[in-house]
């Protein structure tokens, strides 16, 4: 089975980071690594990621840089040691054959990356609206704005479907553009779609519903659609970033 290494970026993520590794700690067979790479919080993210590397048998490894996802997933990547990355978020819970899922899809050569379907719940609430958007997302926004690459194989998979690819794959694309502050994630899946097909896997990972629960889903589910569009439609991240706050 392919080793993997699970590439963790945060900021300030002190709320759940201990419930995510408490659940990576359970992943069997085991990830390979769990690279964290925080951007500067000024929580307790870090006291927290350092108890775990003594209390686990998981092997953590703790790295810092500048803030900014892009930034932190190409540091991570950098690191890591497997022969496939998984690109997670510190507020998604993944199942515990996460391995042994990212290793069989990969072992189909004509798939170059794959994601989960992302289940968006909190303590009080299942998100099944929003949650059912971001699944038919990732097939129709390829299809409007791609529809030669979607035929190809394109899906565009985002943050909270704990996107994974061959380690190969990753760095012969050049990795996340840098200089991109928001739709990373999708630009990876434009240059990893000329390597092979982009596959969603029929599997769930569990993503906090906190900015939904700040915004509403009304507003939120908008404020997602109105991101995509102009980004369809060629209009730059960086413009885009300022609908798109940061909630903790």
Request: hydrophobic share 40%.
């Amino acid at each position: 089975m392919a080793r993997v290494s699970i590439v963790m970026p945060t900021l300030n993520e002190a709320g759940c980071l201990g419930r995510t590794l408490r659940h990576l700690s359970l992943l069997e067979p085991p990830a390979a690594e769990v690279l964290i790479v925080d951007g500067g919080s000024t929580d307790e993210t870090l006291a927290i990621a350092h108890q775990f590397c003594q209390t686990t048998q998981t092997k953590i490894h703790i790295l810092s840089t500048e803030r900014g996802r892009s930034l932190q997933m190409n540091r991570g990547a950098e690191a890591a040691t497997g022969d496939i990355l998984c690109f997670l978020h510190a507020d998604t819970l993944v199942p515990d054959d996460l391995v042994a899922i990212v290793s069989e899809t990969l072992t189909d050569s004509t798939v170059a990356c794959g994601g989960f379907v992302s289940l968006m719940a909190g303590r009080r609430t299942t998100r099944w609206g929003v949650s059912l958007h971001n699944y038919l997302k990732t097939y129709y926004a390829p299809l409007i704005f791609r529809p030669h690459l979607f035929l190809k194989g394109l899906r565009l998979l985002f943050g909270d479907q704990a996107m994974f690819c061959r380690r190969e794959d990753f760095w012969e694309c050049g990795g996340f553009d840098a200089a991109m502050p928001i739709m990373e994630e999708a630009d990876l899946c434009l240059k990893l779609v000329r390597r092979g097909r982009i596959r969603q896997v029929n599997r769930v990972v569990q993503s906090c519903d906190r900015r939904v629960a700040q915004w509403g889903s009304l507003k939120a589910t908008a404020i997602y659609l109105y991101i995509g569009l102009l980004w369809g439609i060629g209009v730059s991240p960086s413009y885009l970033k300022q609908f798109y706050e940061d909630v903790r």
